[in-house]
DNA sequence: GGATCGGCGTAAATCGTTTCACAGGCGCCG
DNA sequence: CGGCGCCTGTGAAACGATTTACGCCGATCC
């Protein structure tokens, strides 16, 4: 492990040139310059990026702080990051709380100390970090939240408009004829799962009725609970269709109906959020609400990106996203009952 | 953005004070410790993790790059990571390679200047980074691989049998009656993706029929080709079985064959690789051959901390696990054809 | 009462870079 | 021929923390 030091000596010249053949190899003449990068090759020589760091103050590092990879939306997401971090020739680093408010806690403690470029982040909920964002905001580390909760922070957010995703899902249900929806999702701390509820309860009239099914979280299995819940349902006390918080619970949902004989779309309709690939692929292909997600990680991208690059004059800024209906066969139109006679 | 000098100041002692109240706060007396603390808190301090970094020579944080994030087979091998990677309140860092020999350059470029605690990597290609690996672990950084290319390799690998993965699939579908099997996967530089094939290849015998196909890469979309291309084989010519190369490949086989109106496992079976969530949620629950995913992350930790603690006089070991089969629909006996008359 | 010993702190060296001010040498111009 | 400027390269001062050697002081022990 050799430093810049042992290259000089080798070399037989200063560290100032050494450094200056890294990093602005033009103002060094070609003999000295092949010399340098000759002793760089002999001692495997390689830059150390904490003193890099030390020195230059900032790094040329993204950190994502994913809330949870487990979910594909997240992973789509982070390729739109990906594509426009790659442009500066970013790196961009992924971090994972899984949806743990304190596991959370201590990577943003981390990052407060490592200094990356800047932050993306989908806090774990609304309040918890909010004081510790703003003070990484305030040490010149841009932070872009992707998530709703932007209406309350100061700084950069990005998020889609999860009222009219749940909007969206209720007209189509309604559409479809069902009269007695549920909403499987949770937990309601989570600013999402309250908005796409706000949205499916908004377009409800007086005479359809709401079933609110609380999870814990948004997974396969908690979908699969979800799903147990409602096959135990007398016939007449079920929905005919269910609003899952996520594709994620609307597989839980599925699998579980399917398994204990219920047919879907027949016996009861599915439909999802976010339009993930697995959706389509499904037992029975999901309809679902879709987020742009490569945008969405792009779009924050840019904006952290311009808010990190000081000479800009950086007005904060929310963009909000619209989500889209995809119909598939969970929600087809139930032929024989209600065309029928 | 202060530092420990103003702290010191604040609190009217020196630096080496204040950093011993941070790192040994037993040493320093209870009302200095207290005077440094508040200052400390009226600064809104946080230490410098380059310049601790620079003087400790080591940092606290385990890198991974993952092949390819979008399969959430890794995603499981990441939580067993994780999890080991906790118990010594370690910091992961994911990066993402994409399964681009370039990016993975880049990247691990950027880790030998950084320099974590460790990586642990499934390298794009066998032969592609073995010598940046290698000067890795020459500069003290271990290296741990999860991957079959891991015989060839010096330092500690982490693999599953990938031959015994393809004979458990061959068998399976032998048992199963099939006589004609199509393996469908690529690119055949990638070390798994030729160890399952010869795995297979090697329990036909002179009567069975293998075909091949090549895809140029392993996901939903290829997997959709490949479909196409057996979809429209002529039904005397087509396989009546395939093995994927993995389960994102078998979805979109399966997707493709079924919007084709071909039944499966009726007309043709499936099997798929890594046994991920999102394979028992299929159209048709896909049989698969199961990988102990978190148990593969998991002990990767563990042997490069183990690596990593200079103390243990460490030997580099290589840790084979057997995958297992497992039966779902996609390749249930087909009950009217081979038992009924 | 003097020597010794702990307990607390301090000052300075160090980690490896980058950068800035400046020095030497050479050629060119007047 | 003297001065000026350019081209290269040097040396030293940061960056912010950790650590080591050491000094001071009061208490303890003989």
């Known amino acids: 492990?050799?430093?810049?030091?042992?290259?000089?000596?080798?070399?037989?010249?200063?560290?100032?040139?050494?450094?200056?053949?890294?990093n602005r190899p033009d103002v060094v003449a070609p003999d000295t310059r092949q010399r340098v990068q000759a002793a760089i090759a002999q001692l495997g020589y390689v830059r150390n990026g904490s003193a890099?760091?030390?020195?230059?103050?900032?790094?040329?590092?993204?950190?994502?702080?994913?809330?949870?990879?487990?979910?594909?939306?997240?992973?789509?997401?982070?390729?739109g990051v990906e594509g426009a971090a790659q442009r500066d020739k970013l790196t961009v680093m992924v971090f994972n709380s899984s949806k743990d408010a304190e596991?959370?806690?201590?990577?943003?403690?981390?990052?407060?100390?490592?200094?990356p470029l800047g932050v993306l982040i989908t806090p774990v909920n609304d309040r918890g970090q909010r004081e510790r964002l703003d003070r990484l905001v305030s040490r010149g580390i841009p932070v872009v939240v992707f998530d709703n909760s932007a209406r309350l922070s100061h700084g950069c957010a990005v998020?889609?408009?999860?009222?009219?995703?749940?909007r969206l899902a209720g007209r189509h249900l309604l559409d479809r004829g069902h009269r007695h929806i549920a909403y499987a999702a949770g937990p309601f701390s989570?600013?999402?799962?309250?908005?796409?509820?706000?949205?499916?309860?908004?377009?409800?009239?007086?005479?359809?009725?709401?079933?609110?099914?609380?999870?814990?979280?948004l997974n396969v299995a908690t979908g699969r609970t979800a799903g147990r819940e409602i096959?135990?349902?007398?016939?007449?006390?079920?929905?005919?269709?269910?609003?899952?918080?996520?594709?994620l619970v609307a597989l839980g949902v599925l699998q579980e109906l399917t398994q204990r004989g219920l047919r879907v779309p027949d016996d009861v309709a599915i439909i999802g959020y976010d339009d993930i690939d697995f959706a389509a692929a499904a037992a029975v292909p999901l309809s679902s609400i879709r987020q742009p997600r490569?945008?969405?990680?792009?779009t924050a991208t840019v904006m952290l990106l311009?808010?990190?690059?000081?000479?800009?004059?950086?007005?904060?800024?929310?963009?909000l996203f619209q989500p889209e209906l995809v119909e598939r066969t969970s929600t087809a139109a139930r032929a024989p009952v209600t065309s029928a006679l």
């Open 1 to 22: 492990m050799s430093s810049i030091k042992e290259v000089a000596r080798l070399a037989g010249v200063s560290v100032g040139t050494v450094s200056n053949v890294l």
């Open 52 to 79: 890099r760091q030390l020195r230059a103050g900032r790094s040329r590092t993204l950190a994502v702080v994913a809330l949870d990879l487990a979910n594909p939306f997240f992973i789509d997401v982070l390729s």
């Open 103 to 115: 596991r959370e806690a201590r990577l943003l403690e981390e990052l407060e100390e490592q200094r």
């Open 159 to 166: 998020a889609v408009d999860d009222v009219l995703g749940g």
């Open 190 to 217: 989570v600013r999402q799962v309250e908005d796409r509820h706000d949205g499916l309860a908004g377009v409800l009239g007086e005479r359809e009725r709401l079933t609110v099914i609380r999870l814990p979280d």
């Open 231 to 247: 096959a135990e349902l007398s016939p007449g006390a079920r929905p005919t269709a269910v609003f899952c918080g996520n594709d």
């Open 294 to 298: 490569e945008q969405i990680g792009h």
């Open 306 to 319: 311009e808010e990190a690059d000081q000479t800009s004059g950086h007005q904060h800024r929310h963009v």
